[in-house]
């Protein structure tokens, strides 16, 4: 997502120039003044999708995401369960498994040292972590990225203390930093001779004391009472709120430049989501580093973020500032998400649940349309076509994959209720204006909009 967000469409039916951002590829320095926000972008994700081929049939799980995460902020991912958010954090870091694969994209990462050694896969500063040895993207892991994931009972070992969990993570990154980037990952100096021995020699351990020291230090930042006794305890002897502080103590293990967050406080009540969020905040200030945000929560969002991408069905869907989506949102998915949460304010007005359910992924169910159209309240025939993205009114950040971001809605152009088998189309118009029982737009109508076009801008 970057600043510029180009000069939008001329007239109906004009998508957003798929190069007005950054090109083709990551863009460089050259191209961007120092002012520009472009010049702060840490990761560029241009026409990401990934998809899982199952036996019921090919599941288009991430469909040519673009995104940018810039030095030092949060971007928040929101949606509802199914979306996509959680299958891209796992992309961007390499960790989607089988039958999962990303089939297509970029995923361009500033690293100068290692675009120095990976003149081919990079532009500038940046380098395309999918045109790089997958050793590589693993050794990344820790050091450049780190995910906090949804559960954290799920992701300890029950058998083996918290402290010396941390310890690892920390051992395993000391180690990596002292070995070269093209052995690091395979063997991190520690072979199955080492291993053996730390398993049957008492006394011997593969986290020193150095790592051990600074497993508790990280206890202690992220608010952990004791943190010299904690580290000696169990997983299970944790509460939900201080587990989740020492998964993210781990997370911080090696001193990442991007944080992924899924869902971070999902299984914790009101008054700890409160605390870990506030710590979130506190430490991306005092280091410094992006944070990407995963949530179905709309208020950890206003709480949390500086930008925010709205998914459904695997694609971006609106995107922009806080301010943006919140106060000016177009997409009538983020209108949807938006009143379905009580207002503090006025609580009287009953909420607005979005009817109907989130779409099939399978690639032969989805068609080529608007996802949303079978439960949009104003839903036309141009909706038929799968939209382009549009600028959108507000910072020149603000796009929305919907023709409503490029003209108003117009009644006549309504789908008719019952259009898609339920209740969907104009809730106001229970046939046709015209008065003719259509069962399908006229040929003109279904290509009206513009084509659908790949790698729009981001």
Request: hydrophobic letters at 35%.
């Amino acid at each position: 997502m970057s600043g510029d967000g180009g000069s939008g469409p001329a007239g109906r039916g004009g998508g957003r120039d798929p190069d007005a951002d950054a090109g083709s590829g990551a863009g460089t320095e050259t191209e961007t003044g120092v002012g520009d926000p472009r010049s702060r972008d840490l990761l560029r994700v241009r026409d990401l999708s990934t998809r899982f081929f199952t036996q019921e049939g090919q599941v288009n799980a991430v469909e040519s995401v673009d995104l940018t995460v810039r030095d030092g902020e949060v971007l928040g991912i929101v949606g509802e369960s199914g979306s996509g958010k959680s299958v891209t954090a796992l992309s961007l870091i390499d960790l989607v498994e089988s039958p999962g694969r990303v089939t297509d994209g970029e995923v361009w990462y500033r690293d100068p040292d290692l675009a120095g050694e990976f003149p081919a896969a990079s532009d500038g500063d940046y380098v395309d972590l999918r045109r790089v040895p997958e050793r590589v993207r693993r050794a990344l892991r820790g050091p450049s990225f780190s995910t906090v994931f949804q559960d954290p009972m799920s992701s300890f070992n029950p058998s083996i203390t918290v402290g010396e969990q941390i310890a690892e993570a920390v051992e395993v990154q000391r180690r990596a930093r002292s070995n070269p980037r093209s052995t690091r990952s395979r063997t991190q100096g520690y072979g199955l001779g080492q291993f053996l021995l730390d398993s049957v020699v008492p006394g011997r351990d593969y986290a020193d004391e150095a790592s051990h020291e600074r497993a508790v230090e990280l206890l202690e930042q992220v608010g952990i009472p004791d943190p010299g006794e904690r580290a000696e305890e169990y997983p299970h002897e944790f509460s939900g709120g201080m587990l989740q502080r020492a998964m993210i103590a781990q997370a911080l293990a090696g001193e990442p430049d991007l944080l992924i967050a899924d869902e971070p406080t999902t299984a914790l009540d009101v008054t700890i989501q409160a605390q870990i969020l506030e710590l979130l905040r506190d430490l991306q200030e005092e280091r410094g580093m992006s944070v990407v945000l995963i949530t179905h929560d709309l208020g950890v969002i206003a709480r949390m973020c500086d930008r925010v991408a709205v998914m459904y069905a695997g694609e971006i869907v609106e995107r922009g500032t806080l301010a943006d989506v919140f106060d000016r949102p177009t997409h009538p998915y983020t209108e949807g998400l938006l009143g379905s949460i009580p207002d503090l304010a006025d609580p009287a007005p009953r909420l607005r649940p979005i009817e109907g359910n989130v779409p099939s992924l399978l690639g032969e169910e989805m068609g080529d349309r608007c996802y949303f159209a079978d439960r949009c309240p104003k839903a036309m025939y141009e909706c038929l076509s799968h939209p382009p993205e549009y600028d959108a009114a507000g910072s020149g950040e603000h796009a929305a994959r919907c023709v409503l971001a490029d003209h108003e809605y117009d009644p006549a152009e309504a789908l008719p209720g019952g259009y898609f088998g339920g209740e969907s189309g104009d809730p106001t118009a229970d046939a046709d204006p015209g008065g003719d029982d259509r069962a399908g737009p006229p040929a003109d109508r279904r290509t009206k909009n513009a084509p659908r076009e790949g790698g729009d801008g981001d």
